[in-house]
């Protein structure tokens, strides 16, 4: 089966039909102040809770056409998530948050991963977050999954397949843009929880397609 296929990088970028590795680029601009840390960390009265309803008004640069989507999550076995933009516009991602959820829904702001200033989500492009990873670094990394893109990110939190968990797509200044609850034991290792039809539908049963358009059992 052919996948839609793209190139993520941190400027725009184009995609293909055939199957290509996506390929990361740092900006020579970026600097140590892109990093992560407490001192970046949002105050605590912009953490989201289990009444924050994900407001798209908020979403970064998708006032025009842009639409950012969670669009496949793998908490079964492997951990990561998917995120796609469905929209015909170009996605700002800098200083952009996944997060992962606390034990009262509400998006878990303390270990939040930050895509760093510069980064780009053409139409149609995917990007991979790798969770669960214990020394997860900043910025593109090329430890990713086994047929999958070769550049990813890693975040360190962890996604609960037997409780279930909720997936927060943050602003930077920490308000929801968007969220998709993984059910509690929603699939088995050889499967994801993903939209059907591709970036646009239900989340439903997947087989895993990572960096690619999802696909049916």
């Known amino acids: 089966m052919k996948h839609l296929t793209c190139f993520f990088v941190l400027a725009l970028a184009g995609c293909s039909e055939s ?20 001192a970046r960390t949002p105050d605590a009265t912009a953490t989201p809770d289990a009444a924050v309803t994900p407001d798209a008004s908020v979403t970064p640069d998708v006032g025009g056409a842009g639409r950012l989507v969670i669009n496949e999550i793998s908490a079964a076995g492997d951990e990561w998530v998917e995120l796609f933009n469905a929209g015909a516009a170009p996605i700002d991602l800098s200083d952009v948050q996944l997060a992962d959820s606390e034990s009262d829904g509400g998006a878990r702001l303390s270990r939040a991963m930050r895509f760093p ?15 669960n990873q214990a020394d997860a670094g900043v910025g593109p990394q090329t430890t990713c999954l086994d047929g999958g893109p070769t550049t990813c990110f890693h975040a360190g939190w962890s996604l609960s397949a037997s409780r279930g968990e909720t997936v927060w797509v943050l602003s930077p200044t920490g308000a929801a843009v ?15 929880w993903g939209r059907l039809p591709n970036g646009t539908g239900a989340f439903a049963l997947n087989r895993p397609t990572p960096g690619a358009s999802n696909a049916a059992p």
């Open 19 to 38: 199957r290509v590795d996506p390929l990361i680029e740092v900006d020579a601009g970026a600097d140590a102040a892109i990093t992560p840390d407490v």
């Open 117 to 131: 200033r510069g980064a780009m989500l053409s139409p149609g492009q995917y990007v991979l977050v790798l969770a």
């Open 178 to 192: 968007a969220s998709e609850l993984y059910p509690m034991n929603a699939t088995d290792a050889g499967s994801t």
